[in-house]
């Protein structure tokens, strides 16, 4: 059981990073930010950081460690700092719940880091492919073909 | 630097990008941040409390399940900070029970009342759709006139 305890961290920003790379680790993104850390607290995980302190130096903690792979690491803010006793699993007793969000997206993220690897690609933008398919499910000229390949 | 709603309001992708090109993005972290680290009588501060059913009343109605109004007191102060929203239609990881469902009608129908510049995009589902969809979010978030 939780005992009393004041608001821990309070005036602080706690921020994820993660990382989605070929070429980098989140080891390596961690020796970046450990070389400009100066007063945040940073905490190694799986699949990148969580940094936390005050919001400017957060900040520029984060602007160093994007430099590293600029369209491969994400940043989200984060409500609990690291390590809080209603939801970190050391003292939930198991496996946390939570993170089905992260999972959703980091499953496509990569399509992401694409876009934003092409930003500045002088090249036209492509026919948006989701407005021209049916999205009501297969179409009647689809349907067609598949009937004549199996023929 | 305009202050923009995300919805979903976790989603790390428009949380990124939102910042990358400039701007606050408005997500539940922030309320939640502001609710665990404000002293009160319950210790260790919770994240939800039950006058937060009462504060949701501002945005949904009485009749209205607490579940729906204890949602919209995370993120009816957000809505009402908001310049803009960015919004991913029918995103599955928010697929959740009727009072999820609910809110996620009301936070969309609010950010359109509201009349703020919006943006409504799909995730995407192959490359060349996440280069219209960075491509999209970076318009709306640089067009010249547009968010300050």
Known sequence: M?????????????????????????ADIAAR??????????KETCF???ITGK?????????HVREVDPAHIYVKDRGF???????????????????????????FIRRISIGLEKIDSPAEIPAPESEQKDKEGLSVKRLMELIEQEA | MAEVFIYPATSLILSDLVARFGHKPLGTALSVRERIQTAGLDSPPLQMTPD????GLRWAAVEVPSGVRGRMSLFGPLIDRAEAAIIVRNPEFAFGCMGCARTDELVEFLIRQKGVPTLELDYP????????FVRKVKEFLTRPGGLS
């Open chain 1, 2 to 26: 939780i005992g009393p305890i004041p608001p821990l961290y309070a005036g602080t920003v706690t921020k994820y990073v993660f990382i989605e790379s070929y070429k980098t680790t989140p």
């Open chain 2, 52 to 55: 937060d059913a009462k504060k």
């Open chain 2, 125 to 132: 589902g192959n490359e060349e759709e996440g280069i219209i």
């Open chain 1, 48 to 50: 990148g950081l969580q």
């Open chain 1, 33 to 42: 930010a450990y070389e400009v850390s100066g007063g945040v607290m940073i």
């Open chain 1, 81 to 107: 700092p690291p390590g809080d006793p209603r939801r970190c699993r050391a003292n939930l007793g198991g496996a946390r719940p939570g993170y089905f969000g992260h999972e959703f997206e980091m499953g």
């Open chain 1, 55 to 63: 919001e400017e130096e957060v900040d520029r903690v984060i602007s």
